[in-house]
């Protein structure tokens, strides 16, 4: 079994059900096979893809994007997922790493896509204006791929360095599909929004495989803004379970909406702030549950039960079929309420990085994946992040994280976004600096706020500064950069 199996055995008893709500457009099951069908033989036939060759899949939210995808794996092929908002360099690094044989790209990505073909490195491109003409062909046998075959380079957000691109096989989203499956007690009734990039690894999979493997739908957006029409399309078109990160909540917490047909919010991408839960929880009656996982895990390797209990501040419990242990430097496993690295170990855990065998090895040991996030486990089995290990200060040799001091600051009134850094400091090695965002139309007072935080946290917890700015920055799918927030703090 593979994703186009899994996928055409989904489609097949239900070729005339909506597939994708996408604003007019409701586009069938048949529309999304036929689709692929073309792309794969264009493929085949056209590029001599063969099995194993890495097509990059360069595009904006659009109903082409999971037939690209299920077109790839028909033709046999790895995806190569490219992040639409990177220049052309970015990109060039991503499919000169990867090898990618085939791009499929956006005609809206204008200049950056012509830029790219102009590079003339041997990449053929494909424009998804071509599908229509494509989808009336003949039906093309599908390419037999393996459980143990690669399906996808997922390539990590390159906050730091270059990207590595995790190999994830089929069988590890078909393990992963699977035990969302389970979790979110998903039917074919269900209509996922999808508002987040398709390309992000949450979207992926929770937003695109989870529900079309299971023959339910998407309500798909092109864009955020305003958010009023999206509030409009997820009444419109009945959209059930809603994914995203924590920034889309803060909104919602910010909002005066009409009943909308909600039945389950999903946050994942990012820590979601405990006030900001508590809020949601008490404007809204559909529970909004928190999760966890990195892309290498295909991504979900925990969530809160659906049924609860929820705990705030976890991330739940792990999904069917995964394990998580908690370890020390020496790679000892902690009992609970101790703090150490998350690790991870199941069918849902990549291979590797690609070509790249030591960074690999670094982080696949003994069967584990090591995640580079720290974390406790309670008595009861529920997981919480306490921040990445890269982002951990030592400040008078005692271990800070920056997550609970921003939880903090969270609480503080007209604080409407917070992020904590280390910065050098000669009499403790590190200090704590914080930039918040206030509330629009509020002025925050530093002096009051660092002196509620003082009462709320020991000492060398409490920021040496506090820096109001406009907005924090974030990537594509709202996670906070923190390597820019050190840019701008060397930079004053």
């Given at each position: 079994?593979?994703?186009?199996?899994r996928?055409?055995?989904?489609?097949?008893?239900?070729?005339s059900?909506?597939?994708?709500?996408?604003?007019?457009?409701?586009h069938s099951?048949?529309?999304?096979?036929?689709?692929?069908?073309?792309?794969?033989?264009?493929?085949v036939?056209?590029h001599?893809?063969?099995?194993?060759?890495?097509v990059?899949?360069?595009?904006?939210?659009?109903?082409e994007?999971?037939a690209?995808?299920?077109?790839?794996?028909?033709?046999?092929?790895?995806?190569?997922?490219?992040?639409?908002?990177?220049?052309?360099?970015?990109?060039?690094f991503?499919?000169?790493?990867?090898?990618?044989?085939?791009?499929?790209?956006?005609?809206?990505?204008?200049?950056?896509?012509q830029?790219?073909?102009?590079?003339?490195?041997?990449?053929?491109?494909?424009?998804?204006?071509?599908?229509?003409s494509?989808?009336d062909?003949?039906?093309?046998?599908?390419?037999?791929?393996?459980?143990?075959?690669?399906?996808a380079?997922?390539?990590?957000?390159?906050?730091?360095?270059?990207?590595?691109?995790?190999?994830?096989?089929?069988?590890?989203?078909?393990?992963?599909?699977?035990?969302?499956?389970?979790?979110?007690?998903?039917?074919?009734?269900?209509?996922?929004?999808?508002?987040?990039?398709?390309?992000?690894?949450?979207?992926?999979?929770?937003?695109?495989?989870?529900?079309?493997?299971?023959?339910?739908?998407?309500?798909?957006?092109?864009?955020?803004?305003?958010?009023?029409?999206?509030?409009?399309?997820?009444?419109?078109h009945?959209?059930?379970?809603?994914?995203?990160?924590?920034?889309?909540?803060?909104?919602l917490?910010?909002?005066?909406?009409?009943?909308?047909?909600?039945?389950?919010?999903?946050?994942?991408?990012?820590?979601?702030?405990?006030?900001?839960?508590?809020?949601?929880?008490?404007?809204?009656?559909?529970?909004?549950?928190?999760?966890?996982?990195?892309?290498?895990?295909?991504?979900?390797?925990?969530?809160?039960?659906v049924?609860?209990?929820?705990k705030?501040?976890?991330v739940?419990?792990?999904?069917?079929?995964?394990?998580?242990?908690?370890?020390?430097?020496?790679?000892?496993?902690?009992?609970?309420?101790?703090?150490?690295?998350?690790?991870?170990?199941?069918?849902?855990?990549?291979?590797?990085?690609w070509?790249?065998?030591?960074?690999?090895?670094?982080?696949?040991?003994?069967?584990?994946?090591?995640?580079?996030?720290?974390?406790?486990?309670?008595?009861?089995g529920?997981?919480?992040?306490?921040?990445?290990?890269?982002?951990?200060?030592?400040?008078?040799?005692?271990n800070?994280?920056?997550?609970?001091?921003?939880?903090?600051?969270?609480?503080?009134?007209?604080?409407?976004?917070?992020?904590?850094?280390?910065?050098k400091?000669?009499?403790?090695?590190?200090?704590?600096?914080?930039?918040?965002?206030?509330?629009?139309?509020?002025?925050?007072?530093?002096?009051?706020?660092?002196?509620?935080?003082?009462?709320?946290?020991?000492?060398?917890?409490?920021p040496?500064?506090?820096r109001?700015?406009?907005?924090?920055?974030?990537?594509?799918?709202?996670?906070?950069?923190?390597?820019?927030?050190?840019k701008m703090t060397?930079?004053l």
């Open positions: 079994m593979n994703l186009f199996a996928f055409a055995a989904a489609a097949e008893p239900r070729l059900r909506t597939a994708i709500c996408w604003g007019d457009d409701l099951f048949d529309w999304l096979r036929r689709r692929a069908n073309g792309l794969a033989a264009h493929l036939q056209d001599n893809v063969q099995p194993g060759d890495r990059a899949v360069w595009l904006k939210n659009c109903p994007f999971p690209t995808l299920f077109g790839v794996w028909q033709a046999g092929g790895v995806v190569v997922m490219v992040n639409n908002f990177l220049k052309p360099d970015e990109v060039d991503i499919l000169s790493d990867s090898g990618a044989k085939v791009v499929v790209a956006d005609a809206s990505l204008g200049e950056k896509r830029e790219l073909e102009s590079r003339n490195k041997g990449w053929s491109f494909v424009g998804i204006e071509e599908y229509d494509m989808a062909g003949d039906p093309m046998e599908p390419v037999s791929r393996g459980h143990e075959d690669l399906a380079l997922l390539y990590t957000s390159g906050t730091t360095g270059h990207p590595k691109g995790a190999m994830l096989t089929h069988g590890n989203f078909i393990h992963n599909v699977t035990s969302c499956l389970t979790c979110l007690e998903l039917t074919e009734d269900d209509r996922v929004v999808v508002l987040l990039p398709q390309f992000h690894s949450f979207m992926f999979t929770v937003g695109t495989l989870v529900p079309l493997l299971a023959g339910a739908g998407i309500v798909l957006m092109k864009s955020l803004h305003p958010f009023k029409n999206v509030i409009a399309e997820i009444i419109r009945k959209g059930t379970i809603l994914p995203a990160v924590p920034a889309i909540y803060r909104s917490t910010q909002a005066e909406l009409p009943p909308l047909p909600l039945r389950l919010c999903l946050s994942g991408g990012a820590p979601l702030p405990v006030e900001v839960l508590k809020e949601f929880q008490r404007r809204y009656s559909y529970p909004l549950v928190e999760g966890y996982g990195p892309t290498e895990t295909s991504p979900v390797a925990t969530l809160n039960p049924r609860g209990p929820w705030a501040g976890s739940g419990v792990p999904i069917p079929e995964v394990e998580l242990s908690i370890r020390n430097e020496a790679g000892d496993e902690l009992p609970a309420g101790e703090t150490g690295e998350i690790c991870i170990r199941g069918g849902n855990v990549m291979q590797g990085y070509r790249q065998p030591e960074e690999s090895d670094q982080v696949l040991r003994g069967g584990w994946l090591y995640t580079g996030d720290i974390g406790h486990r309670d008595e009861d529920y997981y919480y992040i306490t921040d990445r290990k890269k982002d951990m200060l030592l400040v008078n040799g005692i800070v994280y920056p997550r609970e001091i921003e939880e903090v600051i969270y609480q503080f009134p007209g604080v409407k976004e917070a992020a904590v850094i280390g910065v400091d000669e009499r403790k090695g590190e200090a704590p600096i914080a930039y918040v965002v206030a509330n629009d139309g509020l002025e925050l007072q530093v002096g009051e706020l660092r002196k509620f935080v003082k009462g709320k946290l020991a000492d060398y917890k409490v040496k500064e506090v109001v700015i406009e907005a924090l920055p974030r990537n594509a799918t709202g996670k906070v950069l923190k390597t820019e927030l050190r060397d930079e």
